[in-house]
């Protein structure tokens, strides 16, 4: 784990008009295309490999974005299938289309080769409708031109044998036979493409569509699907805001400012409102000149919006888009949006909804794909010393009392491996310190004390409040044994405090430290020096508001991050600071410890995670993916993955051991601000701006719950140690306990809803919530649970 290895992404094959393909870096997630049932993102072997599928759009008279279509065309003998991919290839791609037939004929392919010839016809009126030139030009062009126009006049016909393309662009296009299972009676043509730079990116809306057509297309678009049935109508209105947006950027990038301004008033209204910031900052770009430098055009434009539509449906749009000819859309739909085709029923709009709302539209299904070791790692034998009154033991750490060791059931309890856990292996931990055994030990005492909550035995809450930090608190944490708490402010320190009775002291000066005796048994107490005790000490160091702070499980060091683009590990021992992680460019939104120690992970504006090893002055793995800010992070409870949520309103699962996004969770309608996983390792809870908290089961990746009754963010989020019990603050200054057995239990998670993600969520919020707790003005920033269960929260008295 000490280096950072490759991270695994997609290779993406630009072709140079002459000469050999070259590989560039890829842009995440840039697939689009029909596909069927899933398969979208397929290679050519139909076999789910990493090639992006994508369809280039017609009539894209500016430059064209380069790329190497690869074809997948059917064995002999197969049944042709007459609505295909090739209307989502380029039409304008001619010599491709050729080189394709010429070699279906050299295969003796016929059928397919057929196939091919009436989807030829299709493109050719698409291309003569559409009034974009074409991007072939030359000697070469107006052989393709006329060869075409003969394939398309002798497709009923038998097929007259077509003279050899050339050029090296031809001969490159067509790249392999499909053998995989999916071939089959399919035609389907990927395109690879580079990940665009910003001028690039741009260039693409250069468009030659009539500016004054677009509110005409767009309003055809919208009375077609207000009039058709309402099964699929809830799904087909998914395309309106991708559209609008894509429309609207289109005629600004062109210069017709006042066919945009008619266009975005006339219909921003339509859109959802869970996409109102969306629209409020894109109603700010009335330039060209205004998206250069704007983030939120390009992730529109890099980033393929993603819609998940049953396969009826989109046979109804493209029927009616085919039937209008209207180019402009269906270009959009190509080049911009990514459909995951499943095969059923259609969704509800209930469960559209509770889906929808991320920058970048729903998930693909394939993201959730992979498996998830999510079990918990075993745990390691330890002795306990049966000790019935030694109560001050459990206070001082270091020195339990001297008794001859006896095994306890607790300890010696020989767990079974978890089925679905990680080998434990899998990736390097540190090994266990007698210090640590020592605090496990204290653990499973204080575990045989613990109240065991539920509906009718709800914890105690005690809550910290900090007075007159002047809105200054920005991070909060506490130990794992509750004896410290630590707050990070908008002044720049981290200030932390003793809340049980024992003070907080520095070791002893060097000197000091030669004189003492080293074997004596209470050594550990020695090195302390007395004159330095006090019940709050102040870290200074960074130089911007701390936003992030977190313990480590030893409790010897405090991690903090800041606005300054640091993370900083304080050793609790001297309270000075060891090191500065320098790799993030902007401010760190929030830090965290793995539960083993040693590695922890920080997440910020710069829209990337970062995993580190405390020996590490370089991350050993960067997380990327997001659309915007990283604004939390946390370990699963094996460590071996690492969950972040994002102001682009996702949540996505990270795997530490290749850094690998293993699941992507959509549905919140604002930016995510706290997660927690449950203590069995099952279940995610997530927290954001619009007051909602989210179940999901890690192993399907699939939404199993909603908990509403929070009228503003959710700052945190804690299950009880059992699990029994989800608590959740907020800045509407309540605490919330929900009863998390009961939401969890009778789940239906069989193998349709995983392959459709048809979900149907309860709504039982107010049958699981267990109790509401209000603070006089005070919105709570962190909860905690006490190994005995008892519920500590924090916040900063914030005068009305």
């Not at 330890?382 to 000790?387: C, F, G, N, R, S």
Request: with cysteine.
């Amino acid at each position: 784990m000490a280096a950072l290895a490759e991270e695994q992404t997609e290779v993406a094959v630009k072709l140079e008009p002459e000469g050999p393909p070259t590989l560039l870096p890829p842009q995440a997630g840039d697939g689009t295309g029909e596909g069927g049932g899933g398969t979208t993102n397929n290679g050519p072997n139909g076999g789910g490999g990493n090639v992006a599928a994508s369809s280039s759009a017609g009539g894209d008279g500016g430059t064209p974005k380069p790329s190497v279509a690869v074809s997948a065309v059917a064995p002999a003998g197969a049944a042709p299938v007459p609505a295909a991919a090739p209307e989502a290839g380029a039409p304008h791609d001619r010599q491709t289309l050729l080189a394709v037939l010429q070699f279906l004929r050299q295969n003796n392919l016929r059928e397919a080769e057929e196939a091919l010839r009436r989807e030829a016809r299709l493109l050719e009126e698409a291309v003569a409708g559409s009034g974009a030139p074409g991007e072939a030009d030359g000697a070469g062009a107006e052989t393709a031109s006329a060869l075409l126009s003969r394939v398309t006049a002798s497709a009923p016909g038998p097929a007259a044998p077509d003279p050899p393309v050339s050029g090296a662009s031809g001969s490159a296009a067509v790249s392999g036979l499909a053998t995989g299972p999916a071939a089959p009676g399919k035609v389907g043509s990927v395109a690879v493409e580079d990940q665009p730079d910003v001028s690039a990116v741009l260039s693409a809306y250069n468009q030659q569509g009539d500016p004054t057509m677009y509110e005409e297309y767009y309003s055809g678009l919208k009375h077609f699907i207000e009039c058709s049935l309402d099964c699929h109508r809830a799904e087909l209105s998914q395309l309106f805001y991708p559209l609008f947006v894509h429309m609207y950027l289109e005629l600004v990038y062109n210069q017709h400012e006042n066919e945009a301004k008619s266009f975005f008033e006339k219909f921003h209204g339509d859109q959802e409102c869970y996409y109102q910031d969306d629209l409020r900052v894109l109603s700010s770009l009335t330039k060209k000149e205004h998206m250069k430098g704007n983030e939120t055009m390009l992730d529109f434009r890099t980033s393929k919006f993603v819609l998940r539509i049953s396969r009826d449906s989109y046979q109804l749009l493209k029927r009616h888009l085919q039937e209008k000819q209207n180019n402009q859309i269906w270009n959009i739909v190509q080049e911009h949006l990514y459909i995951d085709i499943f095969d059923g029923m259609p969704r509800s709009k209930q469960q559209i909804d509770a889906m929808v709302g991320s920058l970048a539209g729903e998930a693909k299904r394939e993201a959730n794909k992979s498996k998830v070791f999510f079990g918990l790692l075993k745990e390691p034998e330890i002795e306990v010393p049966l000790d019935d009154e030694d109560e001050e033991g459990e206070n001082e750490e270091g020195k339990p009392k001297k008794k001859k060791p006896k095994k306890d059931s607790i300890g010696s309890k020989s767990k079974k491996q978890d089925p679905n856990a990680p080998p434990q292996n899998r990736i390097p931990l540190p090994e266990l310190k007698d210090s640590d055994k020592l605090d496990k030990i204290m653990n499973m005492k204080e575990t045989t004390k613990r109240v065991r909550l539920g509906p009718d035995c709800l914890p105690s809450i005690c809550f910290y409040t900090f007075l007159n930090a002047y809105q200054g608190l920005t991070a909060v944490d506490v130990t794992d044994d509750s004896s410290l708490i630590a707050g990070g402010f908008a002044d720049s320190t981290v200030r932390v405090w003793s809340v049980t009775p024992k003070k907080l002291r520095s070791v002893k000066q060097a000197a000091d430290l030669s004189l003492i005796d080293k074997e004596s048994d209470d050594v550990l107490e020695r090195i302390m020096d007395e004159k330095t005790a006090s019940e709050l000490k102040i870290l200074y160091g960074h130089s911007g508001p701390v936003y992030g702070a977190s313990f480590s499980p030893d409790r010897n060091y405090l991690l903090s991050s800041s606005e300054d683009g640091t993370v900083r590990l304080w050793s609790l021992q001297t309270f000075t600071c060891l090191v500065g992680y320098k790799g993030h460019n902007y401010p760190v939104w929030d830090t965290q410890f793995s539960p083993y120690g040693y590695y922890f992970v920080s997440g910020g504006h710069d829209r990337v995670a970062r995993l580190w090893a405390t020996d590490h002055y370089q991350p050993l793995r960067i997380f990327a993916g997001h659309l915007a800010d990283v604004n939390c992070t946390r370990f699963h409870p094996n460590s071996n993955y690492v969950a972040t949520g994002s102001a682009d309103r996702t949540v996505r699962l990270w795997d530490v051991l290749n850094g690998n996004c293993v699941r992507i969770f959509t549905g919140h309608k604002g930016p995510i601000h706290s997660l927690t996983f449950s203590p069995n390792g099952r279940f995610l809870a997530t927290g954001a701006t619009d007051g909602r908290v989210l179940l999901w089961d890690i192993g399907h990746g699939l939404m199993v719950g909603e908990l509403k009754g929070h009228s503003d963010t959710v700052c945190s989020l804690r299950f009880s140690r059992d699990g029994e019990i989800l608590a959740s603050g907020s800045m509407d200054n309540t605490v919330r306990l929900w009863d998390a057995i009961k939401a969890f239990e009778d789940l239906e998670t069989d193998d349709f809803t995983t392959a459709t993600g048809h979900i149907n969520l309860p709504e039982n919020s107010q049958e699981l919530l267990l109790g509401t707790y209000m603070t006089k003005s005070t919105p709570v920033v962190h909860l905690h649970f006490t190994r005995r269960n008892l519920v500590l929260a924090a916040g900063a008295y914030s005068p009305q």
